[in-house]
């Protein structure tokens, strides 16, 4: 193509004309056009994170347990016995918006050999999802899509699906939200890195055959989705799980037979992303022959090959003199599996066919040294408008008993049993606390440990106040954790934004990662990676800011894990923490009002700390029958479904001066509704004072199917638990049918 030709095409691979200058002055010649489509690719926000690196520095990522921080395709945090957990979180958000059945299929898999990747057996699944109000055929048909598509994929995978959450609001009409996060073990002296070294060593492409699929997917997540979207379905990944189970137990077998030096699975931007990435952590080159990549259908011209996003390919690197042993593996697991190319030692990622050099390239150019950026920020004008808004009406209201029963029926307070009964949950055998709870419990394999593990957001506190919303999604995913008797331990996340180049956009981005900063330092919960996911907008409209924070923790004795359910008739229920008169960014002041706005509730990270604490030594010394974190819709919601389980009651009668609405609905942060048998009740107490922690005694487990509320004398609630389980039940499958 002619130099001419070329100046009109550095746009279509979503360079700017600076970057493209910057091209110029790197290679010191013109590119050609299959170099142009590997800058374009490598450059996009997608794979270089060129407006959030700066930002991403001010997270804490080390700590005397950690094992691989953010740099590689998963975190690793040791948790004893020579165990090491693997976890990362991803998002697949416009495949998703195009394609809800293959984008969130993909997205499930392509977390899963981010896992397996690092030598670890994948060992659940979870998912947070976020779509538009569930009143047309678009959003009830992107919901069942994505739902079946995650369940889809795990399904055949034998990787239990153990937790995650799903909301409803008008900010995600255009653009949904999936993202999908997985954990797996390994033992911590069998870890692999996707590092290419060893000059000589060949480069082997392990599992399917090359095709059209997904050429160019980095790039369309980097741009924000638009009428135009469904001419975008080609950009979009097809998933064949059956493949991917093979091409696990393969890689796995190589990796604990020590025969691969490096080993990175093919995700966004295909070949492209893997090789540069696997050469420049190794201080090496590579160099790619395109005749030799096994091929879906012919035609495939060079840049589709490199940028093509085929799903269940791995790119490792291995000794010459292993070649046959690998073979004979990848053959056992019907597997397809070919060298395309060698570790060079010259730093540059070469791509020829045959004898002819086609692309020359610095692998760092392409990777470490890809442009940064430092958008400019501003606060947006509606920020303190919205903070001084007055949400009190909440509070006046009187009927208690119908503003409950309107909280059960909304799809974000309804139970969400319709999206993971489609999951399997137990596959495997490791899972001992299953969905509907705050986190869900794996035994660790080979030891009495047991491992918590949730996924958590409230994207209206974020909206309105970044800094502190986020700090509350990592304090609440903390919570989620230690309610089950584990100790917070470790975050992954991942960031989904509107526009970065929308200065009120990257002002929340830059406030939100301020504020999941100064949470996980205060929380102890270090940071070992994630994923950054920008322009999500609609039509220019973006959608709530939301960190979705993914948190484990450890116990030391699985048997030692608490349910969120009361268990039996006669203990006593308490709640541990204080609530406030706040109603701001809650549930009730949406459905009453149609808007969010007011102050976020108050968040005290170090009596959040201190909770946490308190409650994973609770379980260990056994005296809870059962915890469960209150958050959206209060604590009347958290004791409907603590009762909902075993179709207990509660007889409860206590006081306060706070009105009965934020008493019941209000969203104070850090509380745990606890139950506690009366015989521990004394330890339990006594304890409660050692920790100086502000609690209730609310009254008794019922076991007459009731739940019976008196507050300053007055009685608030007496309804069978059996009607409100009815709308609670119910009211999501009701509303997802098309």
């Known amino acids: 193509m002619s130099e001419e030709a070329l100046e009109d095409k550095w746009s279509e691979h979503g360079l700017t004309e600076e970057e493209y200058k910057r091209l110029l002055r790197i290679l010191g010649r013109q590119p050609n056009y299959l170099e142009l489509a590997l800058f374009g690719v490598m450059w996009s926000e997608h794979c270089c994170y060129k407006h959030s690196k700066g930002e991403l520095r001010k997270l804490p990522t080390e700590a005397h347990f950690v094992l691989q921080g953010p740099g590689e395709n998963a975190g690793i945090v040791d948790v004893g016995e020579g165990v090491g957990v693997v976890f990362k979180i991803e998002s697949h958000n416009h495949p998703s918006a195009i394609e809800p059945y293959q984008g969130a299929a993909t997205g499930v898999g392509g977390i899963i050999r981010d896992i397996f990747t690092m030598g670890a057996r994948p060992a659940a699944i979870l998912d947070s999802l976020r779509f538009g109000p569930l009143e047309g055929h678009r959003v009830k048909g992107l919901l069942n899509g994505v739902v079946a598509g995650i369940g889809g994929y795990g399904n055949c995978m034998g990787i239990p699906n153990v937790g995650g959450e799903t909301f409803f609001h008008p900010a995600y009409s255009g653009n949904p939200l999936v993202n999908a996060m997985c954990v797996g073990f390994v033992d911590t002296n069998r870890v692999f890195r996707g590092r290419a070294t060893g000059p000589g060593n060949l480069v082997l492409l392990v599992g399917s055959r090359t095709g059209r699929d997904g050429i160019k997917g980095a790039s369309f997540a980097s741009v924000e989705l638009s009428d ?119 730093d540059c990622f070469v791509l020829r066919r045959g004898q002819k050099v086609l692309a020359v390239v610095p692998s760092v150019f392409l990777t470490d040294k890809a442009p940064a950026y430092q958008p400019p920020m501003s606060e947006p004008p509606s920020y303190q408008p919205l903070k001084k808004a007055d949400v009190g009406l909440a509070g006046k209201i009187q009927d208690i008993p119908g503003l409950l029963k309107k909280l059960l029926a909304s799809p974000n307070i309804a139970s969400k049993r319709w999206v993971y009964e489609q999951y399997d949950c137990t596959v495997g055998a490791n899972t001992v606390l299953a969905p509907s709870g705050d986190a869900a419990v794996l035994r660790i394999p080979g030891t009495r440990k047991g491992l918590a593990v949730t996924c958590d957001c409230n994207s209206r506190f974020v909206a309105l106040d970044p800094y502190w919303g986020t700090a509350m999604a990592v304090a609440e995913a903390a919570l989620n954790v230690a309610v089950t008797g584990a100790r917070p331990l470790a975050i992954t996340n991942c960031l989904n934004f509107g526009s970065p180049e929308n200065p009120e956009v990257f002002w929340q981005f830059s406030k939100a990662v301020d504020g999941l900063a100064e949470a996980a330092r205060r929380l102890g919960t270090p940071i070992t990676g994630g994923n950054v996911s920008f322009y999500n907008e609609y039509d220019g409209v973006p959608v709530y800011p939301t960190p979705v924070i993914g948190m484990v923790g450890v116990m030391d004795d699985v048997d030692n894990r608490v349910p969120h359910h009361f268990r039996k008739e006669g203990d006593h229920v308490f709640l541990v923490g204080r609530s406030l008169e706040e109603f701001g960014g809650s549930e009730l002041h949406w459905l009453l009002a149609g808007r969010d706005e007011g102050h976020v509730p108050f968040l005290n990270l170090d009596f959040a700390a201190r909770l946490n604490a308190f409650l994973a030594d609770c379980a260990k010394l056994r005296y809870l029958e059962s915890a469960h974190d209150c958050s959206e819709g209060g604590l009347a919601v958290a004791l409907l479904e603590s009762a909902a389980t075993l179709g207990l009651g509660v007889s409860l009668d206590w006081a306060d001066n706070i009105s009965p609405a934020a008493a019941l609905f209000g969203e104070t942060c850090s509380r745990a509704l606890v139950s506690v048998s009366p015989e521990k009740l004394g330890q339990f107490m006594g304890y409660l004072q050692d920790f100086n922690l502000p609690h209730t005694q609310l009254g008794r487990v019922a076991g007459d199917g009731l739940i019976s509320v008196r507050y300053n004398g007055a009685g608030l609630l007496h309804e069978e638990l059996k009607g409100l389980l009815g709308l609670w039940e119910g009211a999501l499958a009701g509303m997802a049918g098309i």
């Open 228 to 346: 135009s979207d469904p001419d975008k379905r080609h950009n979009v990944q097809v998933g064949d799980p059956f493949m991917e189970k093979l091409v696990m137990e393969a890689t796995l077998e190589i990796l604990e037979n020590g025969l691969a030096v490096g080993v990175q699975d093919l995700g966004a931007a295909g070949l492209t992303c893997s090789g540069c990435e696997m050469a420049s952590r190794g201080r090496s080159g590579i160099a790619l022959d395109l005749d030799l990549v096994p091929l879906r259908e012919d035609g495939l011209l060079d840049w589709e090959i490199m940028l093509s996003e085929s799903q269940e390919r791995m790119l490792m690197v291995v000794e010459p003199g292993k070649l046959d042993r690998v073979r004979a593996i990848c053959d056992k697991w019907d597997v397809p599996c070919t060298a395309i190319g060698k570790v060079t030692d010259d």
